[in-house]
């Protein structure tokens, strides 16, 4: 049975391989090539888990070693394979979720030319994400780290004539360059700790590791899942992410990528464990972006930059929650799983809402969608209903639980937390539902509006292959895009209750992160009582906002904090001003340093020595006389010198 | 110390009084050799040096190549050193100014140092031993001469043939001229003239009018200025052109003054106004 | 006297001789203050020979004078070639080495 | 005696040279293909020394040894440890590529142009700087190497200043110039280097009394041969200075920018991914094995030059305006992890360097000929002319995002190994600049991605949009480099497999043992 965990990977890159080397012969057939791939992973992943099921709890960890990677002396990097409960409940997510993206995709690329490339790059991403998950070491991990930031740089940049998009990609990989580097170091520490970054001895001999060494690891750790989590302070790549195409966001940006951290942080549970600075460090980031990301979801005109908003909120409180220790690691992973089903569902919502308006991305010029849209205003409404937390549907359940882990943690930082995360709760409900309402309800305010211009560059380059109409005619979207919406749903409903029951995700999962129950301060019910009091609340402001009042189609000035929220809270604006400005003026003085300094004392004694022998050129002036002068004084002075040495 | 010995260390007073005499003589030859403007007299003054030198020989009991340095030195090589001087003639390089900058101070600091150390270095040296050329020159000084050359020097010497006979070819090589072309006729000739627009009829001759015939005077052109292409290339190269237009303009105005003051006439000078025109 | 005398002499005229290489210009000039300064080496090769009581420095000189015969020959042929060729026998002319 | 396998490895391209040189005027295809069969010929012999080469045998093997010049004990002599045999295997690879890549750089220009462009001299030089690299690599004595150290500079001066790109922007008296002038600086660098380490060599001559490096070697080893601490130390940096400049080490660095960017793009890469390698590979062999303590006296400073390297290198790129000079500056920076990599004084540092020299060759070269393939389309070597060309050549720009994701490490290809292992060998013994080491990965990202961007993206710029997409002869050059970027990314093994017990020997020479970590989880 091991040996099918690397056809897990080697499927989807086997598709990524044909798709992206085969050419334009492939062009006709080569969406179905890559759903096929995609589709055949997640066989496999059900065949393991049926197989996994089956077994003891204790017995569930598979390996597969393939071969030695890099050996040098006592550096051995393997390329193995390991698949635990923790692998397997991502693996299944990966593979199922993407292959109901890969299902969309072929609806919605449908009239992109270079529909073949984007299979390939998607199927590269899942094989690169199942590489991370089913790495046994930390340097395969690495592998699939970076292999998914490039899939997502790709992805991203997928519409590369649009220099937005080109930027956009770039920002992406760069950022996450910064928290890779976090891995690397991370890595290092550990070779230089334990002598190995594998998993099984790393973890059996944390508790011999000085406290200090731990810190330094799980803080690098931490740096990394910031990185590809989105998570403060390396947050900004995820807005501009959105410019990729909707499937992208909806598969990299939301379900699986970004989660990446989270799963770090719980793979390397062992090492948190025993380095409680670092796991405070990994609460602060969490909390603190669990507000970021949810203030910015409010500002957010665009409707996926809203989204984007509030899934570094939701990653927030996975971190969060995997910041808790053991108390938090279960929940913070079916929290991810929830979130996952419910997060796709609403950008492929929104996906499908922009495939019919015309690739328009502006909420403001949406409005009274659900009759036009039915199916993606149900799978939509559910998918919003299961993030809000709305009693007994997904979110409800594995938010409930964060929150109350927050609590949990006891003492002062319990309380703080568990603030932090109902504000979080009723800022999600707010931004939430004002998505809700000012794409689906209100007056139609696309309609009668003002013609585009020609000139004026569309949002999304796709349109101009679909035909630019001055006004949409919002229409539901193929079967094939819809099918994918509705298996989601499905997911977003139930799958929190499925989990619950018995709690049977808790059992599953225990034995690889283990599990402690906090002592609360709150009893759970208060806990409850209390979410859904933010629930109401925030919903309430938000209908009072946009539900009563017409919406207007170009955004009001607003108060300070929304132009800021606007502009990501100016986080950007201090990279740019720092970083970007402050890295031109480096670079660009360091060229005219290196010209000027280094080469300049080259070049100047290179001038010097030439212009001496310039001078003494001049004494070659081909008089014979004067060479029998230089002779003669010569030999003057070499009797003179003779003589000296003669007399000394 | 025997007085054999002695006398190894010092000269007679006669030779004393010929070194101080003679040895004037010489210095002052080897100083003019330098310093005479002319090269005829440079020549002299070493060919006297050279005299000189030849006594200092035999006094020093060389007696053979005392003659040798008459003979060969003074007889052939300075008469040689004319002869090329007569070939050359006297030349613009004959001026004692100097044209390379620095190159007098120059020469004369490294002359006066080195002069100086080699005198310092003699007298320092302990020259104490002098054992005179009596038991060397006991069975004639040629024969010892001849003696060491053709035994110890032997190969030197042949090798010095061999150079010799070097040099006389190589002397001949350089000054002899192989005509590598054809000789162009007198009429190839005129056509290249004729075809590079020179001056095409025959020179102009030198002299003015019946009074100056010489070869080194410039013939006048009608407007009384002398024209250089009436000397020969090598007097003009060696700038040794006699102007005489101003002489002879002289006597002209002489003359006329002469006429003027017999005739009584007053003066129209239409001659000098033209000339004055003409060279504006 | 002391026969040193010659060799201050011998000094003195090469001395002499070596300048006035440095000061003509006129090549046959040069060539003369050349053999001035040979015919100095001479005489102090005589004087040794006398200082020393053997012969050797006289054959010395006999071969000096000997290569100096032909070097004049050869010099002075250069000499005339140079000055057929540019019309002067200034050794300032032939300057053609340098850059 | 056997066959002289190593020698006929050296000779076989020099006679290709000479012969390839000796071709008639007017056959310049037959001299094309001449020098492409002897470059093949010679790539089958590297991988017999390959094959015969035995991991586990001796450390020197395969040896030859003559007496040469007796009077001065200098000898021709022979021997590849696995050091040595990695980096052979990859001169001869490249070598084809370089060939074919260059197969129109050196044809006559269009009627008009003044210059004369001799294909055959073109051909000959690079086989001829093939012969001397390998016999580099292959040379234990220390004199022989120093000739041919040297000798490379020949005809590269007349490869960077005889043969530029077709097309310049400020004409072609501009051009020749400034080639002539990169060529002359490259020239003189590396002269003044190699003048200095024959000082060196001579002084090392006079301590030793020969120069054999592996008498010298053991000689140091059992304590027959002192050196005084001075001599050792000057001795040391005699060597290692002529080695900097030539690896090139910041601040001995800026000949490479402008005698890449000069030269065409094949004699670029043959600049960076071949002769500069015979710089780090000789600090390896002989900076480290004849003079351990000083190795070990210089390491601090070396590593600190070897960081800002990285960082300067990179930086530099970022600010490039003009293709080849980013790219040469990217070198830099390659350049300084390779040293620190020699210089971390571990097995995987080490190990690390070896396997950067071998990787980075490969990427460079990819990344380079392709670049070369672009400038030769537009006729420019701005980036500010280019946009857009992923649209118009597809192929094209997909190869050169995989040498531009080779350039920057990126798991899975080639050089993210080698630069991962550097970068664990230098943190396990120098946090700190291990820590610093790995800020370059993040710049590496920086410039590479704003080249492709710049390049690759955006709007197609009307006059690429006619621009053809990569020929036949083309993708036979890249394809290949690229299979093996991806091959040696995946399963290294192969090459660490040879690597690994030289790195040993020389660690042991310079008697550094790896550091323990602080926790024992791996039981032995």
């Known amino acids: 049975m091991e040996n099918l965990i690397a056809l897990l990977v080697a499927a989807p890159l086997l598709g990524a391989a044909v798709l992206l080397c085969g050419g334009r012969r492939l062009d006709a057939v080569g969406h179905w090539i890559g759903v096929l791939m995609s589709t055949l992973s997640f066989v496999f992943a059900v065949i393991l888990f049926a197989d996994l099921l089956g077994k003891n709890a204790e017995h569930r960890t598979l390996i597969q070693h393939l071969w030695t990677w890099i050996p040098v002396e006592s550096f051995q990097a393997d390329v193995t394979f390991r698949l635990d409960q923790l692998s397997m409940t991502f693996v299944l997510l990966i593979t199922g979720v993407g292959s109901l993206i890969h299902l969309y995709s072929v609806g919605y690329m449908e009239h992109d030319e270079r529909r073949r490339r984007f299979?390939?790059?998607?199927?590269?991403?899942?094989?690169?994400?199942?590489?991370?998950?089913?790495?046994?070491?930390?340097?395969?991990?690495?592998?699939?780290?970076?292999?998914?930031?490039?899939?997502?740089?790709?992805?991203?940049?997928?519409?590369?004539?649009?220099?937005?998009?080109?930027?956009?990609?770039?920002?992406?990989?760069?950022v996450n360059r910064v928290g890779d580097m976090g891995l690397s170091i991370a890595i290092m520490l550990m070779f230089t700790t334990f002598g190995t970054f594998a998993f099984g001895p790393v973890f059996s001999h944390a508790g011999d590791a000085s406290e200090g060494k731990?810190?330094?690891?799980?803080?690098?750790?931490?740096?990394?899942?910031?990185?590809?989590?989105?998570?403060?302070?390396?947050?900004?790549?995820?807005?501009?992410?959105?410019?990729?195409?909707?499937?992208?966001?909806?598969?990299?940006?939301?379900?699986?990528?970004?989660?990446?951290?989270?799963?770090?942080?719980?793979?390397?549970?062992?090492?948190?464990?025993?380095?409680?600075?670092?796991?405070?460090?990994?609460?602060?980031?969490?909390?603190?972006?669990?507000?970021?990301?949810a203030i910015v979801g409010c500002a957010k005109d665009d409707i996926k930059k809203a989204l984007a908003g509030s899934t570094m909120s939701q990653i927030g409180y996975m971190v969060l929650a995997a910041g808790l220790g053991p108390i938090g690691y279960v929940f913070a992973i079916m929290h991810l799983v929830t979130h996952g089903f419910f997060k796709a569902g609403l950008f492929l919502g929104a996906g499908s809402v922009m495939h019919g308006m015309n690739d328009e991305v502006d909420m403001r010029k949406y409005g009274g969608l659900r009759k036009y849209m039915p199916i993606t205003f149900i799978t939509f409404g559910l998918g919003y209903l299961a993030i809000i937390g709305f009693p007994f549907l997904s979110g409800f359940f594995s938010k409930d639980k964060i929150i109350e882990a927050a609590f949990a943690k006891g003492g002062t930082e319990g309380w703080i937390l568990g603030t932090c995360a109902l504000v979080g709760a009723a800022v999600t409900a707010f931004y939430m539902t004002r998505v809700m309402l000012m794409t689906f309800f209100g007056e139609e305010r696309w309609k009668n509006r003002p013609t585009r211009s020609p000139e004026a560059p569309s949002a999304e380059p796709a349109a101009e292959h679909r035909g630019e109409h001055a006004e949409p005619h919002p229409h539901e979207s193929p079967k094939v895009m819809t099918i994918p919406m509705i298996v989601l749903a499905f997911g977003s409903v139930f799958a929190g209750g499925l989990f619950s029951i018995n709690n049977s995700f808790l059992h599953w999962l225990e034995p690889v992160t283990g599990h402690s129950e906090g002592d609360s301060p709150v009893s759970a019910g208060a806990v409850t009582g209390a979410t859904m009091v933010c629930l109401v609340i925030g919903v309430g402001i938000a209908y009072a906002m946009y539900g009563r009042r017409p919406v207007p189609s170009v955004a009001p000035r607003g108060s300070l904090l929304t132009r800021a929220a606007r502009r990501d809270l100016l986080q950007d604006d201090f990279n740019h001003v720092v970083l970007v400005r402050g890295g031109e003026h480096l670079t660009r003085s360091l060229v005219y340093v290196d010209h000027t300094l280094v080469d300049g004392v080259v070049n100047g004694t290179a001038a010097s020595v030439g212009g001496l022998s310039g001078r003494m050129r001049r004494l070659q002036n081909g008089f014979a006389r004067s060479y029998a002068v230089s002779m003669f004084g010569g030999a003057a002075i070499i009797v003179a010198a003779t003589l000296l040495m003669r007399a000394v | 110390m025997s007085p054999l010995q002695l006398a190894a260390y010092s000269t007679s007073t006669g030779e004393a009084f010929q070194f101080w005499v003679l040895g004037t003589v010489a210095v002052i030859g080897a100083l003019s050799t330098v310093f005479m403007k002319k090269a005829v007299h440079s020549a002299l003054s070493l060919a006297g040096t050279m005299i000189v030198l030849a006594v200092f020989y035999l006094a020093n009991g060389a007696y053979f190549l005392g003659i040798v340095q008459i003979v060969v030195y003074t007889g052939a090589i300075m008469m040689l050193f004319l002869f090329v001087v007569m070939l050359v003639g006297v030349t613009a390089a004959d001026s004692l100014k100097e044209t390379i900058k620095g190159q007098r101070w120059l020469a004369l600091l490294c002359g006066l140092g080195f002069g100086i150390l080699l005198l310092a270095g003699i007298g320092n040296a302990s020259l104490k031993q002098f054992d005179g050329l009596a038991e060397a020159n006991a069975n004639g000084n040629v024969q010892g001469l001849a003696a060491l050359i053709f035994t110890k020097y032997v190969f030197a010497f042949e090798?010095?043939?061999?150079?010799?006979?070097?040099?006389a070819v190589g002397a001949m090589v350089l000054t002899h001229r192989e005509r590598t072309e054809r000789a162009k006729t007198q009429r190839e000739l005129s056509e290249q003239r004729v075809r590079e627009g020179k001056y095409v009829p025959p020179l102009p001759a030198p002299g003015v009018y019946a009074r100056h015939n010489a070869v080194d005077i410039a013939g006048l052109l009608p407007d009384g200025t002398p024209s250089e292409l009436t000397v020969s290339k090598t007097l003009r190269d060696r700038g040794q052109i006699r102007d005489v237009s101003a002489e002879a303009l002289n006597d002209l105005r002489a003359l006329e003054q002469r006429a003027q003051e017999r005739l009584e006439r007053t003066e129209i000078e239409p001659a000098t106004f033209k000339r004055e025109e003409a060279s504006k | 006297m002391n026969p040193v005398n010659y060799l201050y002499l011998s000094a003195l005229l090469f001395t002499i001789g070596a300048t006035g290489v440095l000061i003509r210009r006129n090549a046959i000039v040069v060539f003369m203050c050349i053999e001035l300064m040979l015919n100095a080496c001479n005489l102090a090769f005589v004087t040794f020979s006398r200082m020393h009581g053997n012969l050797d420095g006289q054959v010395i000189a006999f071969f000096t004078m000997v290569v100096a015969a032909a070097e004049v020959v050869v010099g002075l042929a250069i000499i005339v070639s140079l000055f057929r060729s540019r019309h002067s026998a200034s050794v300032d002319d032939a300057s053609l080495m340098k850059l | 005696m056997s066959f002289p396998l190593l020698t006929a490895t050296a000779v076989l391209p020099a006679i290709g040279a000479i012969a390839t040189a000796a071709v008639p005027a007017a056959r310049r295809t037959a001299a094309k293909w001449l020098a492409l069969t002897v470059s093949l010929a010679t790539l089958a012999l590297a991988v017999t020394v390959l094959v015969r080469f035995d991991p586990d045998g001796?450390?020197?093997?395969?040896?030859?040894?003559?007496?040469?010049?007796?009077?001065?004990?200098?000898?021709?002599?022979?021997?590849?440890?696995?050091?040595?045999?990695?980096l052979i295997a990859l001169t001869a690879l490249l070598i084809p590529f370089i060939i074919l890549a260059g197969w129109h750089d050196a044809d006559p220009l269009e009627t008009g142009s003044r210059r004369w462009r001799p294909t055959q001299g073109f051909f000959a030089l690079i086989l001829g700087v093939e012969a001397m690299v390998i016999i580099s690599f292959e040379a234990t004595d220390v004199f022989l190497f120093y000739i041919f150290f040297e000798a490379m500079l020949i005809p590269m001066y007349f490869l960077i200043g005889g043969f530029g790109d077709r097309a310049h922007e400020h004409g072609e008296e501009a051009a020749s110039t400034q080639r002539s002038y990169a060529a002359v600086k490259f020239l003189l660098y590396n002269l003044v280097g190699g003048l200095i380490m024959l000082a060196a060599v001579i002084g090392l001559y006079v301590v030793a009394g020969n120069f054999s490096l592996q008498e010298i070697a053991q000689a140091r080893a059992n304590g027959s041969l002192h050196m005084a601490t001075s001599t050792e130390r000057w001795l040391f940096l005699g060597f290692f200075f002529a080695f900097a400049v030539k690896a090139p080490l910041w601040p001995l660095h800026t000949w490479l920018p402008n005698a890449m960017q000069e030269s065409t793009a094949p004699v670029a890469v043959l600049i960076t991914a071949v002769v500069d390698k015979v710089g780090t590979f000789a600090m390896l062999r002989f900076c480290l094995q004849l003079f351990p303590e000083a190795s070990k006296w210089a390491t601090p400073v070396i590593l600190v030059l070897a960081l800002i390297s990285i960082v300067y290198g990179a930086l530099l790129a970022v600010g490039q305006r003009d293709i080849k000079r980013l790219v040469a500056y990217a070198s830099i920076s390659h350049f300084g992890f390779i040293i620190m990599g020699i210089f971390a004084m571990t097995s995987q540092g080490q190990s690390g360097a070896t396997l950067y020299m071998v990787n980075h060759g490969i990427s460079t070269a990819a990344w380079m000929l392709l670049a070369g393939f672009l400038i030769s389309r537009r006729g420019s070597r701005l980036i500010a002319d280019y946009g857009g060309v992923q649209k118009v050549a597809p192929v094209l720009a997909g190869t050169f995002l995989i040498g531009t994701l080779a350039t920057l490490s990126l798991p899975g290809l080639a050089p993210f190994v080698s630069e991962f292992l550097v970068l664990v060998g230098t943190f396990t013994r120098y946090p700190a600049i291990g820590v610093i080491g790995t800020f370059g990965i993040v710049l590496a990202a920086l410039y590479a991605l704003v080249l492709y961007q710049r390049t690759m993206t955006g709007p197609v710029k009307p006059e690429v949009s006619a621009m053809p997409d990569l020929r036949a002869r083309e993708l036979v050059v890249v394809a290949p480099l690229i299979v093996l970027l991806i091959f040696l990314g995946v399963y290294p093994k192969p090459v660490t497999d040879i690597v690994n017990p030289a790195v040993k020997s020389t660690l042991s020479d310079v008697h550094k043992k790896d550091p323990k970590p602080e926790v024992e989880a791996v039981a032995k």
């Open chain 2, 159 to 167: 090798i010095t043939g061999a150079l010799l006979i070097t040099a």
């Open chain 4, 58 to 86: 001796g450390r020197y093997q395969l040896t030859e040894s003559h007496a040469w010049i007796k009077d001065f004990g200098v000898r021709y002599e022979l021997g590849v440890d696995g050091i040595a045999v990695a």
């Open chain 1, 119 to 174: 299979f390939g790059y998607l199927n590269l991403f899942l094989a690169a994400m199942l590489l991370l998950v089913l790495a046994d070491n930390y340097l395969l991990l690495y592998v699939g780290w970076e292999g998914v930031g490039l899939a997502s740089y790709l992805l991203i940049g997928f519409w590369q004539h649009k220099p937005s998009a080109a930027t956009a990609a770039k920002k992406a990989f760069l």
């Open chain 1, 214 to 293: 731990l810190t330094a690891i799980a803080l690098m750790l931490l740096l990394a899942a910031c990185g590809k989590s989105a998570q403060v302070p390396l947050q900004s790549w995820l807005g501009d992410a959105m410019e990729g195409p909707t499937p992208v966001s909806a598969l990299i940006h939301a379900a699986t990528m970004v989660t990446a951290g989270v799963y770090l942080i719980v793979r390397s549970a062992v090492i948190f464990n025993g380095a409680p600075d670092a796991q405070t460090a990994v609460v602060v980031v969490g909390a603190v972006t669990l507000l970021f990301g």
